[in-house]
C-alpha cells in the first residue's frame, strides 16, 4: 500500500537495495509455492500485477498474488502477501503471528482483501527470513473492522493535506524509535 509514489521520493542506495533483495525473495518464494503444487496468480491476464486504486489514484497497493488452488483443505481463492524479514522480526512474526507483530502488514493485508473482494477465505502470509531463508506461513482471516479503520484513516489524512490541515504527531519527542525512520523527523 503506498499512498505517494516512489517517484516521488529520494531513496538511499541501500534502501533501493533493501526493496530489491525483498523483491527476490518473493520471486522465490513464488517459486517454491508453486512447485509444491500451489496455483498462485501474481498477474493478470494483460500481464500486470493485481491491484486497486482509489481516491483518484491517491491510495493504491499491488498484491503479491492471489492462490487459486492448493493442497487439500486450503480455502480459495485467497489473497497471498509475502514479506522478506530479518531474523529477530522473523522469529517475533512466528511467535506471536503477523497481526500481533506487524500491525502495518495486518492492516495491509485487511485493505488488499476489502478493496480486491478477496474477503471470503483467510489470506495466505508467507514470511521469509532473510538471514537463515527459513519460512513461515499463516492464515488470516479477514478482518472487516481493521480495513475500514485504515481505509478511514487514509481518507482522514488525504482529507487533511487537502484542506492544508496538520494532522497530530504521533509524538511530540523527536527521539521516539520509529522518527528514526522517517524522512520528515524534523
Known amino acids: 500500500l503506498k499512498v505517494t ?3 516521488d521520493r529520494d531513496f538511499s542506495g541501500q534502501t533501493l537495495r533493501i526493496f530489491a533483495a525483498g523483491h527476490c525473495f ?5 517459486d517454491w509455492l508453486r512447485k509444491a503444487g500451489f496455483d498462485l496468480r ?3 491476464r494483460s500481464g500486470n500485477q493485481f491491484g486497486f486504486s482509489v481516491a483518484g489514484g491517491r491510495i493504491q497497493g499491488h ?4 492462490v487459486v488452488a492448493g493442497p487439500e483443505g486450503l480455502a480459495v481463492p485467497a489473497l497471498w502477501e509475502c514479506k522478506s524479514a530479518n531474523a529477530k522480526n522473523w522469529k517475533d512474526i512466528v511467535r506471536r503471528g503477523v497481526v500481533a507483530a506487524k500491525p502495518v502488514y495486518a492492516a495491509q493485508i485487511a485493505l488488499y482483501q ?3 473482494g478477496l474477503t471470503e477465505m483467510p489470506a495466505v502470509f508467507t514470511a521469509i527470513n532473510k ?12 478482518d472487516a473492522a481493521l480495513a475500514q479503520h485504515a481505509s478511514d484513516r487514509g481518507v ?4 487533511a493535506c487537502d484542506a492544508g490541515e496538520w494532522l497530530p ?12 525512520f522517517c524522512a520528515w523527523k524534523a
Open 114 to 116: 476489502a478493496y480486491l
Open 169 to 180: 504527531r504521533h509524538t511530540t519527542d523527536p527521539d521516539h524509535f520509529e522518527c528514526g
Open 42 to 44: 501474481t498477474r493478470d
Open 63 to 66: 498484491i503479491d498474488g492471489v
Open 5 to 7: 509514489r516512489d517517484e
Open 156 to 159: 482522514q489524512i488525504l482529507s
Open 26 to 30: 518473493e520471486d522465490l518464494a513464488v
Open 131 to 142: 538471514d537463515s531463508c527459513e519460512l513461515w506461513h499463516e492464515l488470516v482471516p479477514f
